[in-house]
């Protein structure tokens, strides 16, 4: 009987090292990017996020050798909070073209014009000319944006029997629709309403969908 619990033991105490690991990431990588905000990207050195996070160096080296890789990991942090899979879904069933992309665009502006989202995107876009590494994570996220819509586009061309020849191209072009008018509003500074981020994104939808014959 021994033999038989004593494995099982060790399985109980296996998962909540695992979840103290995740918990402490998530801690570390939270506690950067409030010192990023607070004062910029450049205006932030390892030597603060240490000190407010109470951790040592080794600590932080030993997960990214670098800040730009620090920084990298935060915004991969914040695309899981775009659930895209989930968004392009709905009771477990993929969502047609329209509605998939519709519930996209409305989902990811809503979401970048509020909260960290915002402050990190206006980060970027104020000190991306000096560091260009900011430039490269943004780019990193738009790209794991384009794969993901393209994806789901190729996906809904063969289910609607439409091909498509370059789902790749279709996905860049409209998520640099949304990223047009998003930075427009960002600049701005003015309040936006969710009515009118609702309707940008269905009017965006319905072009992209006009051309839909020449995909």
Same mark, same amino acid.
């Given at each position: 009987?021994?033999?038989?619990?004593?494995?099982?033991?060790?399985?109980?105490?296996?998962?909540?090292?695992?979840?103290?690991?995740?918990?402490?990431?998530?801690?570390?990588?939270?506690?950067?990017?409030?010192?990023?905000?607070?004062?910029?990207?450049?205006?932030?050195?390892?030597?603060?996020?240490?000190?407010?996070?109470?951790?040592?160096?080794?600590?932080?080296?030993?997960?990214?050798?670098?800040? $730009?890789?620090?920084?990298?990991?935060?915004?991969?942090? %914040? /695309?899981?909070? &775009?659930?895209? =899979?989930?968004?392009? !879904?709905?009771?477990?069933?993929?969502?047609?073209?329209?509605?998939?992309?519709?519930?996209?665009?409305t989902h990811t502006l809503e979401l970048s014009l509020k909260g960290d989202l915002l402050q990190i995107n206006r980060l970027i876009y104020s000190e991306s000319h000096r560091f260009a590494e900011?430039?490269?994570? $943004?780019?990193?996220?738009?790209?794991?944006?384009?794969? %993901? /819509?393209?994806? &789901?586009?190729? =996906?809904?061309?063969? !289910?609607?029997?439409?091909?498509?020849?370059?789902?790749?191209?279709?996905?860049?072009?409209?998520?640099?629709?949304?990223?047009?008018?998003?930075?427009?509003?960002?600049?701005?500074?003015?309040?936006?309403?969710?009515?009118?981020i609702r309707r940008f994104a269905s009017q965006s939808v319905r072009t992209l969908l006009a051309g839909r014959a020449e995909w």
């Amino acid at each position: 009987m021994d033999t038989q619990t004593k494995p099982e033991g060790r399985r109980k105490r296996g998962r909540p090292r695992l979840d103290k690991a995740e918990r402490i990431e998530s801690e570390l990588l939270h506690g950067a990017l409030r010192e990023f905000l607070r004062h910029g990207y450049g205006g932030t050195s390892i030597a603060q996020i240490v000190k407010s996070l109470g951790i040592s160096k080794t600590t932080l080296y030993s997960r990214y050798p670098s800040k $730009a890789e620090l920084f990298q990991a935060i915004i991969f942090q %914040q /695309i899981k909070v &775009f659930s895209v =899979e989930a968004t392009l !879904q709905s009771h477990g069933t993929q969502l047609g073209l329209h509605e998939g992309l519709l519930a996209y665009a409305t989902h990811t502006l809503e979401l970048s014009l509020k909260g960290d989202l915002l402050q990190i995107n206006r980060l970027i876009y104020s000190e991306s000319h000096r560091f260009a590494e900011l430039g490269a994570a $943004a780019a990193d996220r738009t790209e794991h944006g384009i794969r %993901q /819509i393209a994806g &789901f586009i190729a =996906e809904r061309a063969v !289910q609607d029997g439409i091909p498509c020849r370059d789902p790749a191209g279709i996905a860049a072009g409209f998520i640099f629709m949304l990223r047009g008018w998003y930075v427009n509003v960002m600049l701005s500074n003015e309040p936006i309403s969710k009515a009118a981020i609702r309707r940008f994104a269905s009017q965006s939808v319905r072009t992209l969908l006009a051309g839909r014959a020449e995909w």
